[in-house]
């Protein structure tokens, strides 16, 4: 089943615009993570939130997570034509140490 | 630093016929894991194991085998391949045995088409 669940599907923007991406989750979880896919290849860890955590910076990226609404956002400021590609979120469970659960991912096309 | 290796990269197999998915990794690397993802369906887990000699079995198991004599080594075998088995296949591994805490390193991926 899925726990993770992105919105929107798709998103399409300008280059030098800001994307913001969110994810919604069911159950309590300890940590969140964001992976990039580039289209025909692997998934890439971008960021690791933890549940005690509010928002977290990685370059041009800023997460957040509410666990009250158990949502969390990705922001990727200034986009690039180069930051097209898939874009997932994925959560454990708090009794479940070993497995992510990823959502069904963001389509975000930048266009130059 | 290879990371994650996958081979083959792409396999066309007929119904009924038999393979070996090979994953490998060198980071020392305590669990490993395969994925399939499909469209509209994200990714889903097949199998997984936290360390040598322990696996189990994640979301959907059905109609795969694996087995974990290595640190480094993870294969996924197909028994008795089936159309509903086309999809692509990700190797993943975390640094502990539990990705929750240090997430995913990700293979580049099997392309798999069943006839």
């Known amino acids: 089943s899925q726990q993770g669940e992105e919105d929107p599907q798709a998103l399409s923007i300008q280059e030098g615009e800001n994307a913001t991406m969110n994810c919604s989750y069911k159950t309590s979880i300890n940590n969140l993570q964001w992976y990039r896919q580039n289209s025909g290849r692997g998934l890439v860890h971008l960021i690791l939130i933890r549940s005690n955590e509010r928002e977290k910076h990685s370059g041009r990226l800023r997460v957040t997570l509410d666990t009250s609404k158990k949502s969390s956002s990705l922001l990727i400021t200034a986009s690039r034509a180069a930051d097209t590609a898939s874009y997932f979120c994925a959560t454990d469970g708090r009794r479940v140490r070993s497995k992510l659960t990823f959502g069904k991912g963001i389509t975000l096309s930048v266009r130059p | 630093n290879a990371g994650v290796t996958q081979t083959p990269k792409f396999q066309v197999l007929k119904t009924g016929q038999s393979m070996t998915l090979q994953c490998a990794q060198d980071m020392n690397h305590e669990y490993m894991s395969w994925y399939r993802q499909d469209p509209g369906m994200g990714l889903r887990l097949i199998h997984y194991?936290?360390?040598?000699?322990?696996?189990d079995q994640g979301e959907v198991p059905n109609g795969y085998n694996v087995s974990r004599s290595t640190t480094e080594d993870f294969p996924l075998r197909l028994l008795s391949a089936a159309p509903s088995q086309t999809s692509v296949y990700f190797c993943?591994?975390?640094?502990?045995?539990?990705?929750?805490?240090?997430?995913?390193?990700f293979g580049s991926g099997t392309r798999l088409t069943v006839v």
């Open positions: 194991s936290v360390g040598a000699g322990i696996t």
């Open positions: 993943a591994s975390s640094r502990s045995y539990s990705p929750r805490d240090y997430g995913y390193t």
